[in-house]
């Protein structure tokens, strides 16, 4: 049901400047504000939809004051009429014909205590009083009654969308389809009936025309609703995507008009489908209704509630639907959505941007659809959560819209959708500026045109006047002075004027020659290739208020940096440049983007904001179209932000993956395997990686937090990842490589069930997201991860060392250390072939001790038994830190163990780590062990490794003795011109320190046993 109210005039008011509210259930509205006069005529249609006959209508009418300013507020009330719904329907063919209505003076003590007058209002259920109401306004006022009531059509329109809708559809398909509907039934009818009356068939029209837009909107009024806004001239171009990022780009095997209809049309069983995967209830979508009277702009507003998370309990959102573009082939539609229910939740809204466009053309010549999801955030108030929210909200709609894509791709077949990166670049060398146009913009300014005018005006007048004239005053032949105080003064502005040109000139070709050479180079080399694209800058800081800054960007990856060239005087600049990185082994992680104001080639950049971009944080997608937020104080006061496209590409294919596998495999010692398509897969989504991620290797352990918590450890060539289930129960983290500072090895001890313990300690503020997972955080802030309980710790640290020791090198490091590779392949050994290795190198090794020392065999294997009297003695030898792990087989009758320690100053200036890797294996007549040694942060250490072989026999001489002989040998991995030296500085050091420490070996034992 339906009720129309017409307000139709006012009389004896007591005030001048009056307008009117009208209120029936929830529906509310107002009349415009009539000025100077008490009796005021408004002539105004309102509808609403009545869903209980025991509602009221109350009529309010209001004092307008001017006076209220800034703040909108209420007026003070006149008077107000209640009049039943009930009392409407009981009237003749529902029509209440205009009746005067007393206003009742109400209670408040606001209102104002004189005779409030009175209002003529007609009222009519079904849309049947309108007839009622222009007779009467007709009789009243016959000269002018007809057109203001003409006028009243057009202001009742901009007052009810419903009306509005009403009135143009009344012209339109849907009052042609009522007709052609009820002329069908007519030819259908018997003779009987069609003797009917002609008014009654058009009063049936009418009514069947009123039922049908009494109906919910259908799939078909939809469809339609889109032909008319097709149908409209003025056609607005498809905008950008929007701040925040994207979260969907994808090409799917269908036409652009079927997943419009699939995505937003009512009733969309897709939409319910997805309410029901993500949990979300009391879905109601309004119908959509025109937003301008144009038929130009589509609208409708959605509610639901939102399934509760972990952190947020269930809320009631609220999306405002808007098409803003739909010519057939291109869809686009803005959904703002709002949750004040949340923390925060009146502060900002969330815009999301639909676009629908023409995919790729198929071979088979069946159409396809681009279809890109973008979002934003907007805030209405200020608050320091602002980080917080971004990210809450990104992470949000990521999982939300991952279902999303997850059931699109159930409905339609999903098509290669890699961006066209090459068309996208070519466009932005295109839109690139010359040197001239910016020339031409930075020069075209009051002080250079100015000063332009008075060197042309200064040397005409020159021309004109000549140079004979005799001398003057003190003037002499050659030297002209000025005659007058104006012509000081006209000198001094244009001397000044020169200095201010010729600074900008410089400033200009120095920020010019500031772009260097690195837009527009292509890469070189085969691996990971990173491409940036720098777009454009917004809102920049500025240093000086009376200034705007000088703008340019420096990007660095890897050790690697690329700069842009300088814009000049712009808070808004503009580049599209193409920066790109030589190509890299392994894919990069982070990559750095500060903003620097130039002032000058000799002067300290002052920088304007800088941002971290995480690869692993972001799809492909994602980075393909980036706005950064800049942090630092400045650029966070002005909202900074960068618009980059990012584009990683692996130009060898496998190969790479291949190339960096076997490059590890040195550093590690084992044999490392591409690891299948599908563990690949499960890694990469347990910690939302993107495809280009591999593994490497994975561990089971345990993470020693409050409470052990059993699981894997993945090693990938860009992270570190923890992930357990324990009992439906998840718990993951990563961080990269870069983000550790320190890895160290505890003894075993009773909380790690007699085992070793490999402790990642992390940089200062890194690792953040993980902090869930760490044991403790010290007084720096840097977080500690405790592991343990490997299967093989062994292999496990050794392969961690590795993997982070090689990501932390320098890029010169590593290329110096592929070249010598190259050249020395082949001579290093894998750390399992030990032994072999040493009996081939054994003429190259040389004995730098030999003892019989006065105590048995099994007494002075103690010392490599990891127990109290190997830790005293390294202890008293100078090693700091000493840790050992458990002999573990490796073979039939081998046995390997890892030792770490530290060197104190005393033995080394450097204090370097020392991880050593032994083995073991009984002989004839004793037992032989093999050592390889290798020294960190020692000059060249990484260029060698020291080699060890104990020969330790039972003694010929006596029954309780045992002779022990000791050989060194130095495996170069490198060449170095230093050879000969470091050997024998190492050859010294170590005769004396094996000599030192069998004394105290035999010392303790012979002490123990008295």
Request: hydrophobic content about 35%; charged content about 25%.
């Amino acid at each position: 049901m339906r009720l129309f109210v017409y307000v139709l005039e006012g009389k004896d008011w007591p005030v001048k400047d009056s307008y009117v509210k009208l209120q029936v259930g929830k529906f509310k509205s107002k009349t415009r504000v009539l000025k100077n006069t008490t009796n005021p005529v408004w002539n105004e249609e309102f509808v609403s939809r009545v869903h209980d006959m025991d509602d009221e209508l109350v009529v309010s009418v209001y004092h307008h004051d001017d006076d209220s300013g800034f703040f909108v507020v209420s007026g003070d009330l006149v008077g107000r009429v209640r009049v039943p719904v009930r009392s409407v329907a009981g009237e003749e063919n529902h029509n209440l014909p205009p009746t005067w209505f007393s206003l009742e003076k109400p209670n408040s003590h606001k209102s104002i205590n004189q005779h409030c007058g009175q209002i003529l209002l007609s009222l009519s259920m079904h849309g049947r009083g309108q007839e009622v109401a222009d007779n009467y306004l007709l009789y009243l006022h016959p000269s002018r009654v007809c057109k203001e009531w003409e006028g009243t059509y057009i202001s009742s329109r901009d007052i009810s969308s419903s009306t509005a809708t009403s009135h143009k559809i009344l012209q339109g398909k849907h009052f042609m389809k009522a007709i052609a509907s009820r002329l069908e039934r007519l030819f259908n009818k018997n003779k009987e009936a069609a003797k009917t009356d002609d008014s009654s068939e058009v009063s049936t029209i009418m009514s069947d025309y009123e039922d049908c837009m009494e109906e919910p909107p259908s799939s078909s009024n939809f469809e339609e609703s889109i032909d008319i806004m097709q149908s409209t001239k003025d056609q607005r171009e498809m905008p950008e995507n929007l701040q925040g990022g994207v979260l969907l780009d994808q090409v799917y095997k269908v036409s652009p008009k079927n997943l419009n209809k699939l995505l937003f049309a009512p009733n969309s069983e897709f939409r319910r489908e997805l309410a029901e995967m993500q949990g979300t209830t009391d879905v109601q979508e309004g119908p959509w209704t025109w937003k301008s009277e144009d038929m130009s702009c589509l609208t409708r507003n959605v509610t639901y509630t939102k399934a509760a998370t972990k952190l947020v309990k269930a809320v009631k959102a609220t999306e405002e639907q808007t098409y803003i573009k739909a010519d057939g082939r291109e869809f686009a539609v803005i959904i703002n959505a709002s949750t004040p229910d949340v923390p925060y939740g009146n502060t900002f809204k969330v815009d999301l941007l639909y676009k629908v466009m023409p995919g790729p053309d198929l071979p088979s010549g069946e159409e396809s659809s681009r279809f890109i999801v973008s979002w934003g955030i907007s805030f209405c108030q200020n608050t320091m959560m602002k980080g917080m929210i971004e990210g809450g909200a990104r992470q949000g709609l990521k999982e939300s819209f991952d279902q999303f894509a997850g059931l699109l791709a159930q409905k339609y077949k999903m098509l290669n959708s890699t961006l066209d990166k090459d068309k996208v670049l070519e466009k932005l060398q295109t839109e690139h500026q010359s040197d001239r146009e910016l020339a031409t913009y930075y020069f075209c300014n009051f002080t250079v045109v100015s000063t332009a005018l008075m060197l042309l005006y200064v040397f005409v007048h020159i021309l004109l006047c000549g140079t004979s004239h005799p001398p003057q005053g003190l003037e002499i032949n050659g030297i002209d002075l000025p005659d007058s105080l104006g012509e000081v003064i006209t000198c001094g502005i244009l001397v000044i004027q020169l200095e201010r040109v010729y600074e900008m000139v410089s400033h200009f070709v120095n920020a010019r020659l500031q772009k260097g050479s690195d837009h527009g180079v292509k890469a070189q080399g085969d691996g990971w290739v990173l491409t940036v694209a720098l777009i454009e800058g917004m809102n920049l800081a500025s240093l000086d208020s009376a200034e705007f800054p000088d703008p340019y960007v420096v990007l660095s990856c890897n050790g690697k940096t690329r700069t842009s060239s300088v814009r000049l005087q712009t808070l808004d600049p503009q580049w599209n440049e193409i920066l790109e990185f030589d190509a890299a082994e392994e894919p990069p992680s982070v990559l750095d983007v500060e903003v620097f104001d130039f002032d000058g080639p000799f002067d300290q950049p002052a920088s304007l904001g800088h941002a971290e971009i995480n690869f692993l944080k972001h799809t492909s997608t994602e980075l393909a179209d980036l706005w950064v937020t800049l942090e630092g104080k400045l650029a966070q006061s002005s909202q900074s932000k960068l618009h980059l496209r990012i584009f990683l590409d692996n130009n060898n294919g496998v190969e790479t993956i291949r190339e960096y596998l076997t490059k590890m495999e040195k550093e590690v010692g084992k044999k490392l395997n591409l690891r299948s398509p599908h563990k690949n897969s499960t890694f990469q989504k347990n910690f939302g990686l993107p495809p280009e991620e591999f593994l490497i290797s994975d561990f089971s352990c345990s993470l020693k937090r409050k409470m052990p918590l059993q699981g894997r450890l993945f090693l990938s060539a860009r992270i570190v990842g923890f992930y357990a289930n324990l009992f439906g129960h998840k718990t993951k983290f990563f961080f990269l490589w870069e983000d550790i500072e320190d890895v160290q090895v505890l003894p075993p001890s009773l909380a790690s069930v007699g085992s070793p313990i490999l402790v990642m300690i992390l940089r200062k503020d890194r690792g953040l997201d993980a902090r869930h997972g760490a044991k403790s955080q010290d007084e720096e802030g840097r977080l500690r991860f405790y592991f343990h309980s490997f299967v093989s710790f062994n292999m496990a640290s050794r392969t961690i060392m590795a993997l982070w020791r090689t990501r932390t090198l320098t890029p010169d490091q590593n290329i110096e250390l592929e070249e010598e590779q190259q050249e020395q392949d082949g001579k290093s050994c894998p750390a399992e072939d030990i032994g072999f290795c040493l009996a081939v190198e054994d003429e190259k090794a040389s004995k730098v001790y030999s003892a019989e020392l006065p105590v048995n065999i099994e007494s002075l294997m103690e010392m490599f038994n990891g127990g109290s009297l190997e830790h005293k003695v390294m202890g008293l030898s100078g090693c700091l830190n000493y840790v050992t792990t458990a002999w573990e087989p490796v073979s039939s009758n081998v046995f390997e163990r890892r030792v770490c320690y530290k060197f104190n100053r005393h033995v080394s200036t450097f204090g370097g780590d020392v991880t050593c890797t032994q083995q073991k294996y009984p002989v004839a007549n004793g037992w032989m062990m093999n050592e390889i040694m290798v020294l960190h942060d020692v000059p060249f250490g990484d260029h060698f490794r020291v080699q060890f072989r104990y020969q330790i026999e039972n003694s010929t001489l006596a029954h309780s003795a045992c002779k022990c002989d000791v050989y060194i040998g130095v495996e170069w991995l490198r060449s170095s011109k230093f050879q000969q030296r470091i050997a024998q500085n190492i050859v010294h050091k170590f005769t004396n320190r094996l000599k030192e420490i069998f004394e105290l070996v035999e010392r303790e034992i012979l002490f123990a046993a008295r």
